[in-house]
C-alpha cells in the first residue's frame, strides 16, 4: 500500500499539470505568440524551482539541527552518566534522528531528575554527619563540594553517620562516668572546680560538652589527677597519724588518751590530726633534747643515701649542745631540706646504688666464669650463673644511660658538678670498667704463657703404622673429653666488651 505522501506528491504534479494546461488555454484566448509563452513559463518554472529549493533548504536544515541537537544530549547524556558513574547509554541503532533525538533527550531528563535527587540526599547527610562529628570534635565525611556523590559514597556517607552516633553514645556513656567520679572525688577531697574545663565539665550541662577525643582524655587526666590528690591526702593523713603515733610514745602519752577516732570529707579530717599533731609538738618542745638527738639520727641517715660527703656533713649546730627552740627549728629545717633534696633527686640516687649492687654481682659472675673447675657441677648452676652474667652485661650499660640522664638533669638544675668523694660517677665507673677490663686482659695472658710453658714441656707422641686396636667407646670418650675441653677454653677466653 503506497504512502500518503506519495500519493499527495502524485496530486501535486497532476495538479500543475492542470494549472498549466489552464495557463495555456488563456494564453490561448489572449492570442500570446509562442516567443512569450516561452518566456512567462519560464517565469512559472523559475517561482516554483525558487518555491522548492527554499522548502527543501528549510527541510535540510531541519535534519541538521536535529543531528546538532542529536549530538548535544549525546555529550550531555555522556556528562550525566560519568558524573553518576552509570554505565554509557546505548541507543537503538535502528531508530530515526527524530525518534533518536526524542529518546535521548528523555534519558537525559532522567538522569537529571536522578542528579539532583543524589544532591539533595547527600546534602541531607553531609548535615547530619557535620552535626554529630562537631560533637565529636572529628573530621566530618568528605565529599567535594558540587560533585554529585556515587551511590557507594552515599552508603558510605550513612555507614559513616551510623558509626559516628555510635561513638559519640559509647564517649556520653564514659563522660557521665567520669563526671559522677569526679564529681564525688570532688566533694571528698573538698576541691572546688577552678578552671574552665572543670567548670564545663561538671557545672554546664551534659549536651554542652564537646565530646571529643582529647576532652575524654582530659577527663580522665583530671579524674586521675583528683585520684593522685586524694591519694596524696590520704597519704598525708597517714602521715599525719604516724607523726601523732610517734609523739604519743616520745611523749609517753597514756593510751586512754590516744584518740585518733574522726569521719568526714579527707580534707576535714586531715585538718584536725592537723591541730591534734601540733598540740603535741607544743609538748614536745619541753623534751626538745630527746627530739633533737633523734633528728640528727635521721639526718645521718638521709646523708647516707643521697651520698653525702664527709665535708657536706660537717654542720656548726651538730655540735651545739644548747638545746633550744632555736636549735630544734634549725634542725627541722635541715631535715626538711635533705628529705625534699633526697625526695627530687631519688631516682639518681637509687640508680647509682643499683649498679654498684649490680657491678658487684657481676664481677662475682666474672670471677666464677674464670674458674676453671666451674664445669665439675653437674646440676644446672653453671648455665643459670652463665646467663645472669650475660643478662647483667646487657642491663648495666642502659642502667649507666640512664645514671647519665639523672646526672645531666641534676647538674642543669644545681648548676654545678655532680661528685661522689671528690670524683664524677660516669668518670668512677669507666674506671671500674677499664680495671676490670685490664684484669681480664692479664688473667688472659697468663693463661697463655702457662699453656705455652705447658705445650713446650710435653713429650710428643709418636702414631703407630699399624691400624689402632683402640676399642670404639674409648675413642668416642676421648672425642668427648676433647669437646669438652674445648668449649672450657673459649669460655675461658671470654673478654667483656666496654658499654
Known amino acids: 500500500m503506497p504512502r500518503q505522501s506519495e500519493a499527495l506528491a502524485s496530486s501535486i504534479i497532476h495538479l ?134 556515587s551511590l557507594e559514597e552515599i552508603e558510605e556517607l550513612k555507614n559513616h553517620i551510623l558509626s559516628a552516633a555510635k561513638e559519640k553514645e559509647r564517649r556520653l556513656g564514659t563522660f557521665l562516668g567520669l563526671r559522677h567520679e569526679i564529681t564525688n572525688l570532688m566533694a571528698n577531697i573538698d576541691h572546688v572546680p577552678d578552671t574552665t574545663f572543670e567548670k564545663d565539665a561538671v557545672l554546664e550541662q551534659e549536651d554542652l560538652f564537646f565530646l571529643s577525643d582529647e576532652n575524654i582524655k582530659s577527663l580522665e587526666v583530671l579524674r586521675q589527677q583528683l585520684v593522685k590528690r586524694k591519694e596524696e591526702l590520704v597519704t598525708m593523713q597517714e602521715s599525719l597519724k604516724e607523726q601523732i603515733h610517734s609523739l604519743w610514745i616520745t611523749l609517753q602519752i597514756p593510751t586512754e588518751q590516744q584518740n585518733m577516732e574522726t569521719t568526714g570529707p579527707i580534707c576535714e579530717v586531715n585538718a584536725v590530726l592537723q591541730q591534734n599533731l601540733e598540740q603535741l609538738q607544743q609538748m614536745k618542745i619541753k623534751n626538745i633534747k630527746e627530739v633533737i638527738t633523734g633528728i640528727r639520727e635521721q639526718l645521718h641517715t638521709y646523708w647516707d643515701k643521697c651520698l653525702y660527703s664527709q665535708q657536706q656533713r660537717e654542720l656548726d649546730f651538730l655540735q651545739s649542745e644548747n638545746f633550744t627552740e632555736e636549735l630544734l627549728r634549725v634542725h627541722d629545717e635541715e631535715l626538711l631540706k635533705i628529705t625534699l633534696y633526697y625526695e627530687k633527686y631519688q631516682e639518681l640516687f637509687d640508680n647509682f646504688e643499683k649498679w654498684e649492687r649490680w657491678w658487684k654481682l657481676f664481677l662475682e659472675f666474672e670471677k666464677k666464669a674464670s674458674d676453671p673447675n666451674r664445669y665439675a657441677n653437674r646440676g644446672g648452676t653453671l648455665l643459670r650463673e652463665e646467663k645472669d652474667r650475660t643478662l647483667l652485661q646487657k642491663k648495666l650499660p642502659k642502667l649507666e644511660e640512664e645514671l647519665k640522664l639523672n646526672i645531666l638533669k641534676w647538674e642543669t638544675e644545681q648548676g654545678g658538678p655532680f661528685m661522689i668523694n671528690g670524683q664524677k660517677p660516669m668518670i668512677y665507673i669507666a674506671t671500674q670498667w677499664e680495671q676490670h677490663r685490664f684484669k681480664k686482659d692479664q688473667e688472659k695472658q697468663e693463661r697463655s704463657v702457662k699453656k705455652d710453658d705447658a705445650s713446650i714441656c710435653r713429650t710428643p707422641l709418636k702414631r703407630p703404622l699399624c691400624p689402632s686396636n683402640t676399642p670404639q667407646s674409648k675413642i668416642r670418650k676421648r672425642d668427648l673429653s676433647r669437646k669438652s675441653n674445648c668449649v672450657k677454653g673459649q669460655l675461658n677466653s671470654t673478654t667483656l666488651e666496654n658499654p
Open 16 to 149: 500543475l499539470n492542470v494549472k498549466m494546461a489552464k495557463l495555456q488555454d488563456v494564453w490561448d484566448v489572449i492570442g500570446i505568440q509562442e516567443e512569450k509563452r516561452l518566456e512567462r513559463m519560464g517565469s512559472v518554472k523559475i517561482h516554483i524551482e525558487m518555491l522548492l529549493n527554499e522548502m527543501i533548504h528549510e527541510e535540510e536544515l531541519l535534519n541538521d539541527q536535529l543531528n546538532e541537537a542529536i549530538q548535544n544530549w549525546q555529550e550531555k547524556l555522556q556528562a550525566l552518566c560519568s558524573e553518576l558513574l552509570l554505565d554509557l547509554y546505548k541507543a537503538d541503532k535502528n531508530s530515526t534522528p527524530l525518534q533518536l533525538e526524542k529518546e535521548l533527550r528523555d534519558e537525559v531528563t532522567t538522569l537529571l531528575k536522578e542528579r539532583d535527587f543524589r544532591m539533595e540526599q547527600c546534602e541531607i547527610l553531609l548535615k547530619e554527619d557535620q552535626a554529630l562529628c562537631n560533637d565529636l570534635c572529628k573530621t566530618p565525611y568528605y565529599i567535594p563540594t558540587g560533585k554529585v556523590p
